[in-house]
Antibody, heavy 114, light 112 residues
């Protein structure tokens, strides 16, 4: 069974940091581009970041550039999102996904609040 | 950045009737490789999104044939030929031609 399991979300104060993880199973993770997509409560989908299959190329939404870092460990079948300098507007469910293979994690909720 | 504009934002439909959603991009979505990376996703309440269509009109595995996509360059359409109760949700277009990838605002499909 193809599966992505995201973790690492939680409550953090403005200016704080969190590291999200996403463990893949059931498919050849090392051959797939991966994304982080977020969704604020009651709002639409927002693409956050992309990484290519070997991790050599990354891209970010303007709203997170310089604050978030996407990475992957293909030996561990794991995708990461390091989030620094968090703001209230970063509050959202964060999904890891291979969008074009229709593989999505269940999402992990990040709440930025004092 | 490429802006994706969906219309309508809400679409009440009668069971068995057709629904149509438009997605327009602020720039051409034709990639330098000649392909057009415009996809459609469905998000049912409380669930992660689900891929329906890739590259304008290629239905993803397992997607019912009542879903179809069409269009070119900057104007794209998702059509549901005969809406069923399970089609209730929010539909998004996304362009992956140019970074940053961008979603449309979403169109809510609900049963009248």
């Amino acid at each position: 069974e193809v599966r992505l399991v995201a973790s690492g979300g939680g409550l953090v104060q403005p200016g704080g940091s969190l590291r999200l993880s996403c463990v893949a199973s059931g498919f050849s993770f090392r051959n797939h581009w991966m994304e982080w997509v977020r969704q604020a409560p009651g709002k639409g989908l927002v693409w956050v970041s992309h990484i290519n299959s070997d991790g050599s190329s990354t891209n970010y939404a303007d709203s997170v550039k310089g604050r978030f870092t996407i990475s992957r460990d293909n030996a561990k079948d794991t995708l990461y999102l390091q989030m620094n300098s968090l703001r209230a507007e970063d509050t959202a469910i964060y999904y890891c996904a291979d969008i074009f293979s229709d593989c999505w994690g269940q999402g992990t909720l990040v709440t930025v609040s004092s | 950045d490429i802006v994706m504009t969906q219309t309508p934002l809400s679409s009440p439909v009668t069971l068995g009737q057709a629904a149509s959603i438009s997605c327009r991009s602020s720039q051409s979505l034709v990639h330098s490789d000649g392909r057009t990376y415009l996809s459609w996703l469905q998000q049912r309440p409380g669930q992660p999104p689900r891929l329906l269509i890739n590259e304008i009109s290629n239905r993803f595995s397992g997607v019912p044939d009542r879903f179809s996509g069409s269009g070119a360059v900057t104007d794209f359409t998702l059509e549901i030929s005969r809406v069923e109760a399970e089609d209730v949700g929010i539909y998004y277009c996304i362009q992956a031609t140019q970074f940053p990838w961008t979603f449309g605002q979403g169109t809510r499909v609900e049963i009248e």
